[in-house]
DNA sequence: CTAGGGTTAG
């Protein structure tokens, strides 16, 4: 008895594999495998430590002598969930379910069942672990249904989640923020603001976790004013201090809603900075097209001792790309591999092109989608098709959309960009034929839509969206701001090949008059007090004639419009933007 | 410390 205690007592300190061969040796020659106590520490140690070997724990288990314990059969399933492959986990839970010799699955059991449900990506297996739960009775531990919930909503099934979730008798914190990551995780962001509404109702309280998704949503969906009061509520209850994920998340918040001095208060106050602090300022002032200021937040990281990753490359990256810094951005993509030996992948490839194109230089751009490992990506060719009709280049544009072609991955909004670029040159023929293909391929579009935070609420706009309750009022404001602002746009469009893109256009973005931004826009002059800044997110990139309309808005109506499109920022002010029309 | 929750980029 002795001899166990004092093994026990080894394992417990057991830190490699190399010990614990040494251990498993002294076991067997002491006879002890036969005791419950010391196999399960052994397995244990095996299947779910990270020193551990799942093999080694699998073959440990198949020699044990009979009879085996739950705990056995719950540190194989608990090794396997988050192995290679996880549904092992179920085989082994069949098992146990089936066995006669071994007490029934208990919470444990079923929270790793889960797990491996949740990992494998098995919506069915997902269903048949709940039936079990329900027969066996472990419906109402909050444990298993916030797994059961984080199981559902990993497979998709967000509703079912969601249902689980309402059904829990005694709901916990955890479970509440389970429930908002499940949200986040799944893109909906308005749904996990929501949640928030419900926990304030209920008197459920916030902690580090709460106000992390929260804050995550937030940066997703450009809810600055929603972000400030949480940062309220996270520093009075000074969590701030406390916990670097709140410091990252609040950063990030800042940053993504356009208040980039903000995102520098927050980061200046904070106690530990880790990779992800330092991440969130250089892609933040990189998405905002601060590409020299997002350089020295790089340098000033290599001389605090962070080691960037590629998500750090990829804000330099961008924010060179948007400042047009060519030599810059050729210097850092060099770094990366040279002397942090990482490996670009499609984002950075996409960077690049994207700066060489925007730059005038075409033939570097398609050097480096040819030299790059993706060059079978239609993102880059489609960046370089986007950087031929700046540059009104026919030639390297037709390059770029045969490729797509090529790929089958050709949509309509890059046929509008090939007719544009035939246009820009005359060639009404090539117009012509563009728009002939769209009608005859029947290319499918990409439907737009824009956030707008107006009044601590969230609002969604689609292309002509006539779903709001006060539809008319929008319109009616839409109308008066176009009257107000068009006037003094320059250069209308007007010419027949102008037009015959314009129609192109209607098919592959957003569509005609009322750009799902303008009426966002719109409801924000209507909804907001005089001077107010306005903050949009939109899923598309923002077209010409809505980036003159809003600077012009910016000036008559004397407000900030922050737009955040798909792959930058704009600060409209006083009748012009921060981008200075390169984008 | 036996079972559940969080951040950048996708």
Known sequence: MCRAASLVTLLQGCNSMRRLRRIHAQVIVSGLLRNPT????????????????????????????????????????????????????????????????????????????????????????????????????????????????????????????????????????????????????????????????????????????????????????????????????????????????????????????????GARRVFGRMRRRDVFTWNSMIVGLGVHG????????????????????????????????????????????????????????????????????????????????????????????RTLLSACKIHKNVEMGEIAFKNLAHLSAQNAGDCALLAGIYASVGDSQGVARMRKMVKDQGIKTTPGWTWIEVNGEVRKFVVGDTSHPDTKEIYEKLKEMVSRAAPLCSAPVSSKEDAAVEALEELSENGGDCHSEMLAIACGLMKTSEGTSLRIVKNLRVCKDCHSLTKMVSRVYGREIMVRDRVRFHHFKDGSCSCSDYW
């Open 290 to 381: 601060h590409g020299d200021e997002s350089i020295s937040f790089f340098q000033r990281m290599l001389m605090a001792g962070i080691r960037p990753n590629s998500v750090s490359f990829l804000g330099l990256l961008m924010g060179c790309s948007h400042q047009g810094l060519v030599g810059e951005g050729i210097k850092y993509f060099q770094l990366m591999h040279s002397e942090f030996n990482l490996q670009p992948d499609l984002k950075h490839y996409g960077c690049m092109v994207d700066m060489f194109g925007r730059a005038g230089e075409l033939d570097r751009a398609l050097q480096v989608i040819r030299s790059s490992p993706c060059s079978d990506d239609p993102v880059l060719w």
């Open 38 to 261: 010391v196999s399960a520490k052994l397995l244990a140690f095996c299947a779910t430590s990270t020193a551990g070997d799942l093999s080694y724990a699998r073959l440990l288990f198949s020699h044990l002598p009979p009879p085996l314990h739950l705990d056995h059969w719950n540190s194989l399933i608990r090794g396997s969930s988050r192995g290679p492959a996880p549904l092992d986990s179920l085989h082994l839970y069949n098992a146990v379910a089936r066995s006669s010799s071994v007490s029934r699955p208990d919470a444990v059991t079923f929270s790793f069942l889960l797990k491996a449900c949740e990992r494998s990506k098995a919506a069915a297996k997902c269903r048949e672990a709940h039936g079990s739960i329900v027969r066996i009775g472990f419906s109402s531990s909050v444990i298993v249904c916030t797994n059961l919930t984080r199981c559902y909503a990993g497979n998709g099934l967000i509703g079912d989640a969601r249902k689980v979730f309402d059904e829990i008798p005694e709901r916990d914190l955890v479970s509440w923020n389970s429930m908002i990551a499940c949200y986040c995780r799944a893109g909906l962001h308005e749904g996990a603001l929501k949640i928030y509404d419900e926990m304030r109702v209920l008197g459920v309280g916030l902690d580090e976790f709460t106000t992390v998704g929260l804050l995550s949503s937030c940066a997703h969906v450009g809810a600055l004013n929603f972000g400030i009061q949480v940062q309220e509520f996270a520093e009075k209850n000074g969590f701030l201090e406390r916990n670097i994920y709140v410091g990252n998340a609040l950063v990030d918040m800042h940053a993504k809603c356009g208040s980039l001095d």
